[in-house]
Nanobody, 126 residues
Framework: QVQLVESGGGLVQPGGSLELSCGHS???????WSWYRQAPGKEGEEREL??????????KYADSVRGRFTISRDNAKNTVYLQMNNLKREDTAVYYC??????????????????WGQGTQVTVSS
């Protein structure tokens, strides 16, 4: 069973920085990590993709965060990070990590699955 645990959210002033981390237990092969967010008042809408990091190391970001946010991963620790710099009020949201990849669910049974973290609140305010 794969479980994700996020940490690192909090309150920060505009222009400040935060680093989120997301670790997982269980084995996921060819994993793609993604970070999403959901802004207040938009709970009924789809979560916004912030960025993703694939198993080959390539990374892409939403236009709204490119140049300010950086995704990195430590495969030895089964952990992905989201470094957020120059934070703006509009970055206020609940941030979620997601891992997608191949999981051995039983003997001779490998499935491509995705798992989500519990979410962590980031509030940018003075």
């Amino acid at each position: 069973q794969v479980q994700l645990v996020e940490s690192g959210g909090g309150l920060v002033q505009p222009g400040g920085s935060l680093e989120l981390s997301c670790g997982h237990s269980g084995r996921v092969f060819d994993a793609k990590w993604s970070w999403y967010r959901q802004a207040p008042g938009k709970e009924g809408e789809e979560r916004e993709l912030v960025g993703e990091n694939t198993s080959d190391g390539s990374t892409k970001y939403a236009d709204s965060v490119r140049g300010r946010f950086t995704i990195s991963r430590d495969n030895a620790k089964n952990t992905v990070y989201l470094q957020m710099n120059n934070l703006k009020r509009e970055d206020t949201a609940v941030y979620y990590c997601k891992i997608e990849g191949d999981v051995v669910v039983a003997a001779h049974d490998v499935r491509n699955l995705e798992f989500w973290g519990q979410g962590t609140q980031v509030t940018v305010s003075s």
